[in-house]
């Protein structure tokens, strides 16, 4: 059984970082890009980060880029999202997702399998 496991948030102030892991049971994580999303109250899922298979190539949607940094061990099967210069529009349930392809991509249905998700909150 397939299952990513999301942890590492919490509340920060603004200005702050956070870290966040995702790990993978039941898949071999080399097979698969993947992607960090989150979605905030009364909002849609949105596309965070995406890394290619190896790690060599990432996205970044415009709102983090140059604050946020994807990241993957596949020894390890996780993957990270490293999250710095935290805004309050930046509080959601941030999710990671596994596709099935070399790259990444910036749409949800393209993903097979997701976590259930944890909290980042960012007061002013």
């Known amino acids: 059984q397939v299952q990513l496991v999301e942890s590492g948030g919490g509340l920060v102030q603004a200005g702050g970082s956070l870290r966040l892991s995702c790990a993978a049971s039941?898949?071999?994580?080399?097979?698969?890009?993947m992607g960090w999303f989150r979605q905030a109250p009364g909002k849609e899922r949105e596309f965070v980060a995406a890394?290619?298979?190896?790690?060599?190539?990432?996205y970044y949607a415009d709102s983090v880029k140059d604050r946020f940094t994807i990241s993957r061990d596949n020894a390890k099967n996780t993957v990270y999202l490293q999250m710095n210069s935290l805004k309050p529009e930046d509080t959601a349930v941030y999710y990671c997702a596994a596709r099935p392809a070399a790259y990444g991509s910036r749409i949800v249905v393209e993903y097979e399998y997701w976590g259930q998700g944890t909290q980042v909150t960012v007061s002013s």
């Open positions: 890394v290619s298979r190896y790690g060599g190539t990432t």
């Open positions: 039941g898949l071999a994580l080399r097979s698969y890009a």
